[in-house]
Structures are given as structure tokens and as C-alpha cells.
């Protein structure tokens, strides 16, 4: 027998729509569970910053991680190390504190995608002080030794110095 062209429509939408509603509490249960763990690893790398643990705040992240800044620029692991690593050194910056908002988990068959706002606090010298604010798209896998940052994405950043907008 063959079925119109408007019946299979329907059919394949009822589908879909049962699929989607099946699918869609094991995606808030996968959430539920993996965002503490997402968390306390975004905790454990903040708290390394603060202390200038370069290879400490780094421990969670894969060999083959790259970051992407605000215009496209990528550092791999090794250049993101010496990049923070010449910052810390350079201009004496000392961090008060350091806290990433998870704002949204994505699922996905590779691992997951995290949106987080970041807020960084401190010094520089000593008296000058910094404060960035950041929102960035993460991605995490998963493995035997649990998840890893593989890639970080600043979405828009804003820095501050004593109060005033630095553009540079």
C-alpha cells in the first residue's frame, strides 16, 4: 500500500515529536549530573589562577586544547601556559578572585558545550586595580580520567583598571 506524500509527513512529524519528548529528560538528567562536576573543575582551574599555578590551572585541560580569543586568535596548550605564565611574571598582577557562572550545558555526541560568564579580580603592582569580565563557549570531553577542556571560545571580554575601560 502507498501512503500519500502528506500522510508520511505526518507520520515522520508524530515521530520526530515522540523522539524529541523521550529524548529530552535524559538530556536534563545528563545535565543535572554532569554540571557539579563541570563546576567544581571550573573552580579547581580559578583557584590555581589565583595561586599563579599556571601548570595547576591547566591540569584539566587536553594535550590538544586551543583557545580562540574575542578576534579569532588561537594559542595551543603550551602558548596559553607561557602567555598567563609572562602575564603573572610581567606586570606583578595578583588575582583576589576568579569565578566562572555556568550559564548553559549542550549536550552533544563528542561531549559537551558550556556558555560561562567569568570574573576576574585583582591587582596589578600592587594597587591598580583589574577586573575582566568574560563570556566564553567551552568544550569538554569526557575521559577515563573525567572531563577535560579541550577548547575555550571568548565570546566578548571587557577589562578594566581602576574603574576606566582599557581598550588594547
Known amino acids: 500500500m502507498i501512503f500519500s506524500t502528506h500522510r508520511n509527513s505526518i507520520i515522520s512529524g508524530a515521530l520526530i515529536s515522540v523522539a524529541i519528548a523521550a529524548i529530552q529528560p535524559v538530556f536534563a538528567q545528563i545535565n543535572a549530573s554532569v554540571k557539579p562536576a563541570i563546576q567544581t573543575n571550573y573552580n579547581q582551574i580559578n583557584a590555581a589562577f589565583v595561586r599563579k599555578d599556571i601548570q595547576g590551572a591547566t591540569a584539566l585541560f587536553t594535550p ?11 594559542q595551543n596548550l603550551a602558548e ?19 569565578k566562572a557562572t555556568i550559564k548553559n550545558i549542550d549536550v552533544s555526541a563528542g561531549g559537551i558545550d558550556v556558555a560561562i560568564d567569568q570574573k576576574t579580580e585583582g591587582t596589578i ?18 575521559t577515563p580520567q573525567g572531563w ?6 571568548i565570546l566578548t571580554s571587557q577589562t578594566t583598571f581602576n574603574g576606566q575601560t582599557f581598550k588594547g
Open 64 to 74: 590538544d586544547y586551543v583557545s580562540i580569543d574575542s578576534e579569532g586568535k588561537k
Open 80 to 98: 596559553f601556559r607561557e602567555h598567563y605564565d609572562n602575564l603573572f611574571k610581567r606586570f606583578n598582577i595578583k588575582l583576589t578572585s576568579n
Open 125 to 142: 603592582a600592587g594597587f591598580n586595580k583589574l577586573v575582566i569580565n568574560q563570556t566564553s563557549r567551552d568544550s569538554w570531553l569526557k
Open 148 to 153: 577535560r577542556l579541550k577548547q575555550s571560545k
